[in-house]
């Protein structure tokens, strides 16, 4: 029986030769990981379980990234509960200044391989699916419950193919196709299915890129998004210490629910404009749209290759005078490797603002939070209606090139413009 | 044999008297060890002087956390001879469940052991330590028996409390004066503390003693947890009244119970029916080594009489019913050593000397006997109150001091009593009143069931129906016409179920079946409710709560906001269509939390596998899985939903849908009533 990259993480995972789509699993994982924001519901119902013990202490991690360094008392004393409860279990516990963005934050420290099933309490969590593992957000109940048995229960989705042919132009980045990918099919259109991203397109991009994709993955709906692990993902993970891992591909003949292809020869940078990530337009055709904000970094572009990027096109500029710009980092390495590369000292002097890594405005938390009626391009993955502040504040998703470009000119531009 | 002298004294005054009747008398064994009354006289009044030397005052509450072991006895009376008022709590319980029961008590001090390995890992000290920390009034905490948590500064040990008994001031409770407070359940499932006294505790226990006949040369079996009204008065008191031998059992299980039955010659077994169900049921059950049982009282649930029956034959002794509840101290009610067959098995008896009892309807008209009402009691053994809860002692405390036990019953003209059901439970279906403890009684005998429950569901018709659900002995076959027809046999036609359902599992929180969960699993029925797209926080909650740290507040603002006017006109029973996406992304917490509140019962959606509803289910909503129902139902449509048989009914049309059935494991979970407990029978399993 023919079978999807999906379908074989998971058939490993619950020791089952056939596995099919809408069948019924009980899961081991490798994997579980909470930030402070999740992890306080799962520590409440983890402590609901009677004689819970957490099933491997090096199994489980929890990393505050959401609310810190503690924008409040309140996110002060749940960090705080998260830390005790790591302290009492002995369980892997990332805080401000050893940490970063969970997503950005495993595979650089070699917490995850190929293959592996991560049951993460954070909806991006689908962004592992970068190096090939199954990463898939669950609610705090499930979180916990796995904390305590190593275990997930779930229905197997069905898979659904993207194949991108052709040589992307410059100025166009991972971020881009799953913008048009999401545009092509929905926020809906893959709803429980695993999203497998292949092509010779891919050639072109790196890891980073990958990244990107497999990180809205969820805004599709998906329950995963998959790359297959590769020579390019072996190097990556070899450089992070791992040499394990299953580096597993679809069959030839596996079945998929759908099958979409796309040639990007074509593509040009693509924004989201308010107020859901599938309205998303060429940057070319979006009009005149003033900012009084840019943001760059955070998860889904807050790896080094997208910083990179930024102070390629910030180099030598100011950003405009009536324009903010916050570059976060997606982690202390991110941070310390571009600092040595001379990027941090290229953003300060364009005037950017540098923080230390957090989840921080993508969520409306701090860092950078938006004022009535204010217009911000951003590097983040949604932008719903009040997503980074006021209610009529709007939000637009780009990628770095773009954001950079932009916070320089005081407008949404592309690149080329500059 | 009466015991008038116990009719009007304090709990610590009995052990006294005792303690100069029979000096060297056995009263407390566990496995080799002896206490004799005396000893036990001079270790309570030791430790009351502990108490005492530590600052107690007389009337303030000593909390008291144990397993049925001797010190637990000798506390009991030290309590007593301190004036502290008890407060029992199960070792069973959870920290949650002790500090809703100490939220109003507020004891200053604090008894517990540490026994790890015995209950799933929980240390009690532990938990003592960190209910400290939430209870400004808990100054004191003392340790039974060595434990590692007993080096700890903040904790007393039990042994350097027994002070010399020159420096307990005098007794200065009166019989009259409250002895203990024992928690019972409300309605809703919140813990009041019935203030029970000394004098209604002993002569409660003393009354006991007399219609079971005991004497110095009975040996009482301590099966009940001293925790309860049961085991304290029925057993515990009981004992000390005839003046005869309790052997201390820690831990309840079928198999040490007949062990100890054998080789420690017991002749007072008492229990709840479980434990004698567990016993008769056992492998090691033998009939030969139950040769020394006299008597002893089934009670605390109803009693079903094939299993009186089962217990008086197999066991060969005479086995009595009691009713009680906690608000009396606890015996109502009592069979007797001479009643016949019939009474003996198929009543509770008959009242103890000195309480009254009516029956009344709902109007509180007291009713001729043969009719059937709620049962009140009057007398003694009435508790004085609930402590600091005026409100809930005046529902069912009279200025007569009439206690109302919300349990239906008649008073057969001859006297004896039957209990028929719960007030709050009566099926009323087509004009019939139906009992659910009479029909679970009938299923649970049938053969190849191990457990039932039964509850009424709403229907147009028959205004309810009855609904069983059973779970089956293992490798039993039964399928529901053997039970529809093994009932036919036992109950009047409009008593039988209208449908017999399969459960994996019963949901028992607590060790209670939760019978507001099972309604929802066998039947809802409410108007639907249609959402398309993105039915989710991002779009109810407006931005300005998204800045909060905490996801409960989320929750919260979910309910209370404009934005989310569609939750506030949800009612009870309604039921959530969902045409996709529903509650996706950063909401899988809020959007259930939010929606249950609202009271919604079942959700249909195209896709139930979104990663939210499995915190759904864990909150009770039962969700179906069915695309054809969620394209069929228009917004508004009457819905009828039976989500453990997977239908779902769009009145309004007359369609009729089938969803996805669950795996097994699935459904497992569910049927237990979520994934949290299911976790815990896993981890009970692997433990094992």
């Known amino acids: ?418 | 044999m009466t015991y008038k002298t116990f009719h009007n004294t304090t709990i610590g005054e009995l052990l006294s008297v005792q303690a100069t009747r029979f000096p060297n008398q056995i009263f407390l064994r566990l496995e080799d060890q002896r206490w004799t009354y005396a000893d036990v006289e001079l270790q309570a009044s030791s430790l009351a002087a502990g108490l005492r030397e530590l600052g107690l005052q007389p009337g303030d509450r000593l909390a008291v956390i144990l397993p049925n072991i001797p010190q637990y006895v000798v506390t009991i009376f030290a309590a007593a001879k301190a004036g502290l008022i008890l407060v029992p709590i199960n070792v069973r319980r959870d920290k949650a469940d002790a500090l809703a029961r100490f939220a109003k008590t507020k004891p200053r001090a604090l008894i517990a052991f540490s026994e790890p390995k015995q209950f799933d890992g929980v240390d009690h000290l532990e938990v003592a330590e960190e209910m400290r920390n939430q209870l400004p009034e808990l100054e004191f905490i003392v340790s039974v028996g060595a434990s590692k948590s007993n080096k700890k500064k903040s904790i007393i040990a039990w042994e350097s409390l027994l002070k010399d008994t020159a420096a307990l001031p005098p007794a200065v409770a009166k019989p009259r004066d409250p002895a203990a407070i024992i928690h019972s359940l409300g309605s809703m499932g919140e813990p009041r503390g019935a203030i029970l006294t000394h004098g209604g505790m002993v002569r409660n226990a003393a009354a006991m003693a007399e219609r079971m006949d005991c004497a110095a040369q009975d040996v009482f079996l301590g099966t009940v947890p001293f925790s309860n009204t049961f085991g304290i008065t029925a057993i515990m008191l009981a004992c000390a009244v005839a003046g005869a031998q309790l052997v201390c059992m820690p831990h309840y299980h079928p198999s040490e119970a007949l062990r100890l039955v054998k080789e420690t010659g017991v002749t007072i077994l008492s229990g709840v029916p479980t434990m004698f169900a567990l016993e008769l049921n056992h492998k090691d059950f033998d009939a030969s080594a139950c040769a020394t049982l006299r008597t002893g009282i089934m009670a605390g649930a109803p009693c079903p009489p094939e299993l009186v029956r089962r217990a008086r034959d197999e066991m060969d002794f005479k086995l009595l019913i009691g009713y009680g509840l906690t608000e009396a101290s606890p015996a109502v009610t009592i069979t007797a050593l001479d009643d016949g067959p019939i009474t003996a098995t198929e009543s509770v008896g008959t009242p103890l000397d000195d309480i009254e009892i009516k029956v009344v309807n709902s109007n509180g008209e007291t009713l001729p006997n043969g009719e059937e009402g709620e049962l009140c009691a009057r007398g003694y053994n009435v508790m004085t109150g609930y402590w600091d809860d005026p409100q809930a002692t005046a529902q069912v405390l009279d200025k007569d001091g009439w206690l109302r036990t919300g349990d239906l019953a008649v008073i057969d003209a001859d006297g004896p009593v039957r209990i028929v059901g719960r007030r709050d439970e009566v099926i009323m279906r087509g004009g019939f009143k139906i009992y659910p403890g009479a029909v679970e009684m009938v299923l649970r005998s049938c053969p190849g069931v191990k457990d039932a429950a039964v509850v009424g569901v709403p229907d147009i018709i028959y205004g309810e129906l009855t609904y069983a659900c059973i779970v089956t002995q293992e490798n039993a076959k039964l399928s529901a016409q053997d039970a529809l027809a093994f009932a036919e046999e036992r109950l009047p036609d409009y008593a039988r179920p209208d449908r017999i359902l399969f459960f994996d599992a019963l949901p028992r929180p607590g060790g209670v079946v939760s019978k507001e969960y099972l309604r929802e699993r066998v039947r809802i029925h409410g108007h639907s409710w249609k959402f398309g797209k993105n039915i989710d926080t991002d779009a109810i909650i407006p931005a300005r709560h998204c800045n909060t740290a905490d996801p409960r507040e989320l929750a919260l603002h979910c309910m209370e906001d404009a934005d989310a006017d569609f939750v506030k006109k949800m009612k009870r029973g309604d039921v959530i269509v969902a045409d996709s996406n529903f509650g996706c992304g950063s909401s899988r917490e809020v959007a259930p939390l939010a929606i249950k509140a609202a009271g919604v019962s079942a959700v249909v959606a195209k896709s139930f596998a979104r990663i939210f509803f499995r915190n759904a289910i864990n909150i009770g909503l039962p969700i179906l899985e069915c695309p054809q129902a969620v394209d069929g139902i228009s917004e508004g449509d009457e819905i009828e939903v039976e989500p453990a048989a997977g239908i779902i009914r769009n009145l309004t049309t007359g369609e009729q849908y089938q969803a996805a059935p669950f795996p097994d494991f699935l459904r497992r979970i569910i049927d237990v009533g979520g994934l949290l407990a299911y976790a815990e029978e896993r981890l009970a399993e692997k433990s094992n």
């Open chain 1, 1 to 418: 029986m023919a079978h999807t990259l999906a379908e074989k993480i998971l058939a490993e995972k619950c020791d089952q030769k056939k596995l099919s789509p809408g069948q019924f699993i009980n899961a081991r994982v490798d994997l579980v990981m909470a930030s402070e924001l999740s992890g306080v519901l799962a520590i409440e119902e983890f402590e609901k379980i009677k004689g819970a013990r957490v099933w491997d202490p090096q199994k489980v991690v929890f990393i505050m990234d959401h609310f810190t360094p503690a924008k409040d008392i309140k996110s002060a004393e749940i960090v705080k509960q998260c830390r005790e409860f790591a302290n009492q279990h002995g369980i892997r516990f990332y805080d401000v200044g050893r940490a970063g963005i969970q997503h950005i934050l495993l595979p650089e420290q070699g917490m995850i391989v190929p293959g592996d099933l991560i049951a993460g309490a954070d909806s991006h969590t689908c962004t592992h699916g970068f190096i090939g593992a199954f990463g898939t957000g669950v609610g705090s109940t499930d979180a916990a419950v796995a904390m305590a048995l190593g275990e997930l229960w779930m229905k197997v989705p069905e898979s659904i193919k993207f194949v991108y042919h052709g040589k992307p132009r410059k100025w166009v980045r991972g971020k881009d196709l799953i913008l048009h990918t999401i545009a092509r099919i929905g926020v809906e259109g893959a709803r429980y299915q695993a999203m497998e991203f292949t092509g010779e397109a891919l050639q072109y991009l790196d890891m980073s890129d990958r990244f990107s994709m497999a990180n809205m993955a969820i805004e599709a709906g998906a329950k995963a998004g998959l790359f297959a692990a590769d020579d390019m993902t072996r190097a990556f993970i070899r450089a992070r210490g791992r040499q394990d891992g299953l580096y597993l591909q679809s069959d030839p003949d596996a079945e998929y629910a759908n099958v979409y292809e796309f040639d990007v020869t074509e593509f040009e940078p693509f924004v989201a404009v308010p107020f859901i990530p599938e309205n998303v337009k060429p940057v070319s055709q979006l009009g005149d749209v003033e900012i009084d904000q840019a943001v760059i970094g955070m998860c889904t572009n807050g790896n080094l290759e997208d910083l990179r990027a930024a102070a390629e096109i910030l180099k030598g500029h100011q950003i405009h005078p009536r324009v903010r710009a916050v570059v976060i980092p997606g982690s202390q390495k991110v941070y310390l490797d571009a600092l040595k590369e001379g990027l941090i000292e290229v953003f300060i002097e364009a005037n950017c603002s540098v923080s230390t890594p957090t989840c921080g405005p993508c969520l409306g938390g701090h860092m950078g939070v938006l004022a009535a009626g204010e217009k911000c391009i951003s590097t983040s993955n949604r932008n719903f209606r009040g997503r980074m502040g006021h209610v009529s504040s709007e939000l637009y998703l780009a990628n770095p090139y773009v954001a950079a470009a932009s916070a320089i000119a005081g407008r949404i531009i592309s690149p080329e413009e500059l």
